[in-house]
């Protein structure tokens, strides 16, 4: 059996720990800027107040009392993240984490083990140790355990084990429901007369895989009961490693371009030092602001004179480059900075011909850099050319929560 592990409006509940006030009310959190709600709780939800609505149509009910509102405080939500993987890699077998709020686990299997009770310790545990509510649900395979999961968070207990024959359950399900099938699939899949789960699970495997190919029919193998053997390492390695925000207002100089990929180029960097990987190069781009969303991109390749995961050799290679994405006169919504070429630090690289391989490293400097800004909080220690004042540019959280659990200056105060 697998089982699915999945906070429940994990975004609001993270901030529910340490603001009891919010416990019971109505209460969103914002996207980046403040821009629209992608976290919901219950009583948020029972108004009828749609996921994506955005925050400015919202801000006079705010202003009455009846709704609240939250930044995304992402920071916070990882830390939280993080306590939850370690409580339930001590409590199974094995965790494979999914996403922020998401786990599939392996419970321990031996004659006479009743998942619901077990599922339940789990569930109190994590509620007790970390605060977050989850649901837990368990089933033969991954795809089975979403549905699972779902059926969890309807009940009190917060826990549900799929039953043998979970035909009655996979016939009241809308197949664009089930994990991995998106909007345009389920088009398709109606357009088949493939309207629920079990419809889904009962097509012939032809049919399945003209409509969505071998993806498709691996989730109908598994709507089944049939566990597919692809194994999927959330762990591993990226391909690439990515860093970008929408500005906060939009910006018209160079300086603001300047300083804000210099400082999504530290946050990338300290991503890539973290998987232990060196990138041989990037692309930094700058997105023009349209009034109607979008915009054109600007886009420059920068070649690094070596894999490298230093920030600062990172910001001289770029740096020449920045001007090219600048035009007077234009407004810019956001920028961004792409790694790609990672390779493991000690790969060992042939240079040329005649020179014995070079074995990559990574940086010293940098190392006792992320040591004293996980420390000391982050930030702490950053390259000038990030900006030193005030920045316009940065994003807008202006309902930010304190980060009590990762910083001690921001630690809660009992009076």
């Known amino acids: 059996m697998i089982g699915l592990v999945d906070g429940n409006n994990f975004f609001v509940s993270c901030e529910r720990v340490f603001n009891r006030r919010l416990v019971g009310r109505p209460v969103a959190v914002l996207s980046n800027n403040d821009g629209c709600c992608v976290s919901r709780s219950n009583e948020f939800k029972a108004l009828g107040i749609a996921m994506g609505t955005p925050y400015y149509q919202l801000k006079h009910r705010e202003r009455s009392g009846e709704l609240d509102f939250c930044s995304s405080n992402y920071e916070l939500y990882g830390d939280m993240s993080r ?8 409590e199974t077998l094995d965790v494979e984490q999914y ?90 899949l109606r357009a088949e007369q493939i309207f629920t789960a079990k419809d889904l699970c009962d097509a012939p495997d032809d049919m399945i ?12 193998t598994e709507l089944r009961g049939t566990p597919c053997n692809e194994e999927r390492d959330y762990d591993a390695d990226p391909d690439s490693v990515s860093c970008s925000r929408s500005f906060g207002e939009p910006v018209t100089t160079l300086d603001g371009i300047s300083e804000s990929l210099a400082s999504f180029t530290a946050q990338a960097a ?27 991109c600007i886009v420059r390749t920068v070649m690094f004179p070596e894999p ?71 930030g702490k220690v950053f390259s000038a050319s990030e900006g030193m004042g005030e920045k316009s540019w940065s994003m807008k959280r202006a309902k930010l929560s304190s980060r009590a659990s990762t910083r001690w200056d921001e630690i809660l105060t009992v009076r």
């Open 99 to 188: 996403s922020i709020d998401e786990a599939f686990i392996y419970p321990p299997m031996g004659e006479g083990i009743d998942l619901v009770e077990y599922g339940k310790r789990l569930r109190a545990k994590i509620l007790r140790w970390v605060g977050i509510p989850c649901g837990v649900g368990f089933a033969p395979t991954k795809t089975l355990a979403k549905i699972a999961n779902h059926m969890a968070k309807k009940r009190p207990e917060g826990v549900f084990v799929l039953p043998g024959n979970p035909t009655e359950i996979l016939a009241a399900l809308s197949a664009s429901e089930v994990w991995g099938v998106g909007r345009r699939l389920a088009v398709k």
């Open 83 to 90: 306590r939850i993987i370690s409580i339930l890699r001590d």
């Open 308 to 378: 490298t995961d230093a920030t600062n050799a990172m910001l001289d290679a770029i740096r020449p480059e920045v001007p090219a994405l600048f035009l007077p006169g234009t407004r810019y919504r956001k920028t961004g900075v792409v790694f790609f070429g990672l390779e493991k630090v000690g790969t060992a690289r042939q240079m040329d011909l005649f020179s014995p391989p070079k074995v990559s490293k990574a940086s010293p400097l940098y190392k006792a850099i992320d040591a004293i800004n996980v420390r000391y909080g982050k």
């Open 209 to 220: 895989r003209s409509v969505g190919g071998v993806v498709l029919l691996r989730t109908a």
């Open 270 to 296: 300290t991503k890539l030092r973290k998987h232990g990987m060196l990138a041989a190069g990037c692309n930094i781009y700058a997105q023009i602001f349209r009034s109607g969303g979008g915009g054109d």
